[in-house]
C-alpha cells in the first residue's frame, strides 16, 4: 500500500525544530526563521526540491511562533517582578483544574493560571501570561475558565513558557466561568457522582477513562499500568476521541445524515471533547490525533497519513512546547504506527484468521513497535506484556467509556439513573483493573532497557521485519507468541546465587535486609528485616554460613526484629549498631559506630558516614530515630554503593552538606521509598541502579509514586523487593548487572 510522505520531511523538521527553539532564546527562533524563509525563497524561485521547500516554509511559521511566544515572555513586566520576588496581586484565570498533593501530612495545591494584571507596590500591569500557583488548602473550585483575585510572593519560573511561580498567601473567591465551561464541569461532577457506589479502584478509573481526571487514581494503580503499558487508558487519548466520535457518527449516520451533515456532527463532537476533558496540551493533542482518525477512515491511509502531518504541524504552531512533551511524541508514534504498520500486519494476518481478529492483533501491535525506542528513552523500559495487555483490556475500554459518559449526562437529570450506567462502567473498568495487575504482577512484565535506546532504531525495524515474515505462517506466528507468553509467565531462572554477586536487597517484607559478599560463604549483612524465618530463607539461598560483620542501622523493628534469623546454624563475628542500639547476643561483641570510621571485611570496604555524633535521639521513636539511621559508603566487587538506611530529608540535607561527594553506582533506597526524599541528594549521587526494600500490599504506601517520579526524572532504574523479589547486583565482565529471584 502506498503512502502520501511528501508531507512527513516538513511535520518531522518541524517537530524537531520546535523541540530546540523551546530552549533557546526568541533571537535564536527568529534568526531561524529568517533563514529558514530565504531557503524557502531560493528554491520556489528555481523551481526544484519542492518537498524540501514546503519544509523550509513550515520550519519559517513554526520558528516565528516561537521567537513571538519567546519574546512575550522574555519581556513580560511579570518576569520582572519575578525576578525581584516582588509581592503582588493577582488578576488570575485557571488555565487547568487545580491538583491535590500532600506535603509533611498538609494538603496543598498547584494550578496553572493566566495572570490578567499584575499589582505591586509600584507596578500595575496588565498582561496575558502563563504562570503556576501554589496555595495550600482545598481548591475544588479552582476549575478551567474560572477568574479569581490572588495574592502572593512571585519567583522565577524554570520553565519557558511561564513567567513566574507564585507563592499565595491569601486567594478571594473564585467567579463562576463562561457556561460552556460550567456546563462541562457538571458533566464531570456527574460522572464522577455516577460511579460514587463503586469500590475505590473503579471509581476512580472511570472518571480518567472519560475526561482524564485521574487525580483520585491509587499509586498502586498507576505503577501496574505503568508495567502493563496500559498508561494510556488514564489519561485522555485519541483512542477515547475516537471512541467517542465512533459512536455519534454511527447514530448519525442512523438518523439519516450523510457526508457533510457527518462531518458537522463530528466536529461539534471534538468541540464538545475537548471541553469536557478540558483544553490542556494532551487533550488538544487527543483532538487533534482523534480527527486524523477520523480521516483515516474516509480517506484511507494515504491520507490518513497526510492529515497526521498537518496535525503535528498545526499543533506545534500553536503550542511550541508540546514538541518536547512526553505525551505527544507518544501519541504522535502510535498514530503513525497505526496508519503505516497495522493495515499491512492485518492484511497478511486476513490470510488465515477473520479480520476483526487480525485487526485486534495489528493495531496495538503497531502502535507498540513504533512506541518502544521512545519508551525505552523515556522510562528505560520496554514492556513485553503491552501488546497482550491491550488486546484483553481493549474490549472493555469502549463500553466503560460510552457508559461513563453517558452516566455523567443522565446525572444531569437524576443521579440514582445514572448510576445504572456507572454499574456499566465499573463493570468495564474492574476488567481493565484485573488485566493491569495481573499483567504488572508477572515476573518479567518489563524488561530493563540499558544500552542506548538510538539502538532500538535498528532493532525495531528488524523484528518488523520478522513479524511480516512470520505472521503469514500460522504455526510459526501461534507458536513464537506462545513461547513469548509462557516466557513471560515463566521466565526461565537462573542459578542462584547468580555468578559475581556483590550485593543481595533480601525480599523480607515491609523492612530492610541487604547482604554483602566478603568471600566464599561469609558476608557483611546490613539490618535483618522484621521476619526471622524470611532473612534465614535469603541467607540460606546465598549459601551464607558466616556472617563477618552484622551492621544494624537503627533500631525499628523492621530492621532488627529479625535478628534470630541472622544467628539461626551461622556463625557472626561482630555486631556494630548506630546511636540508637539494637540487639545483641551472647559472646558477639557489640560495636558502636563513629562518622569517619572505616572498615574492611574480606572484599568489602566501608565508610561510615552518618550519623553526626549530635545527632539527636538515641531513644527516640518515628523520624527522630530513623534521621539517626547509619550510612554507609561501601565499595565491593569494584561497585560504589550507597546504603542509606531510613534518613528522611532533614539528615539527607545535612549528609549532602557535610559529603558533597557521595556519587554511587547503586543506591539503596532511603526509607524504603517513602514520599519523603531529598532531590538533591539523588542528583549528588547520580546511581543508575536504585533498590527498594518494601512489603507486597504494605499500609504505609510504599514505595510511594512521588518517589518512582524522582527517580524517574533523575533517569535512574530500580528494582523492588515487593514484585521482583531478593535483588542482586552483580558484576560481569567489568558491567554491573542486576538479577531477581522470587
Known sequence: MSHDLRTAPAALACWAGAAVLVTSRSLVALAVTVMAVALAAVLLRLGRARVVALAAVCVAVVAASCAWRLTTVEHSPVRELAAEHARVVLDIEVLRDARTYTVHGRESVVVEVMVRRAVSRDRDVRVRDRATAFLDGKADDLVVGRRLVMSGRLAPSDATEEVAVVNVSRRGPADRAAWWWEASERVREGVRGSVTHLSAEPRALVPALVDGDDTRIPDGVDEDFRRAGLTHLMAVSGTNLTIVLAV??????????????????????????????????????????GAVGIAALGLGSRGGVRALCWAVIGLVFLDPWLSRSAGFILSTLATAGILLLAPALAGRLERWMPRWCALSVAVPLAAQLACTPAIAALSGEVSLVAVFA???????????????????????????LAQVAGVVAGAGASWILAVGHHAAGLESASLEWHAPWQLLLLVVPVVIVVIAVVSTRPALFLGLSLGLLIGVWRPPQTGWPPEGWVMVACDVGQGDATVLAAGPGSAVVVDAGPDPPAVDRCLDRLGVSRVRLMVFTHAHADHVDGWPGVQDGRRVDQVAVGPTGGPSARGVPVHVVSPGETFTVGEVT?????????????????????????????????IRLLLTGDIEPPAQRVLLREHPDLAADVLKMPHHGSARQLPALFAAVGARIVTISAGEGNDYGHPAAAALSLLRRQGATWWRTDTDGDIAIVRRD???????QH
Open 390 to 416: 491491550n488486546l484483553l483490556a481493549g474490549p472493555a475500554v469502549a463500553p466503560a467509556t460510552i457508559a461513563g459518559l453517558l452516566g455523567g449526562l443522565v446525572a444531569l437529570v437524576s443521579v440514582p
Open 734 to 740: 567489568a558491567e554491573q548487572t542486576v538479577v531477581t
Open 248 to 289: 455519534v457518527m454511527l447514530l448519525a449516520r442512523g438518523a439519516g445524515l450523510r457526508q457533510r451533515g457527518l462531518w458537522v456532527v463530528g466536529s461539534c463532537s471534538i468541540v464538545a471533547f475537548v471541553l469536557l476533558a478540558r483544553p490542556d496540551p494532551s487533550v488538544v493533542r487527543a483532538a487533534a490525533m
Open 606 to 638: 566501608a565508610e561510615v558516614l552518618w550519623p553526626l555524633p549530635d545527632q539527636p535521639s538515641t531513644t527516640g521513636e518515628g523520624s527522630a530515630m530513623n534521621d539517626a539511621s547509619v550510612v554507609l559508603r561501601v565499595q565491593a566487587g569494584g
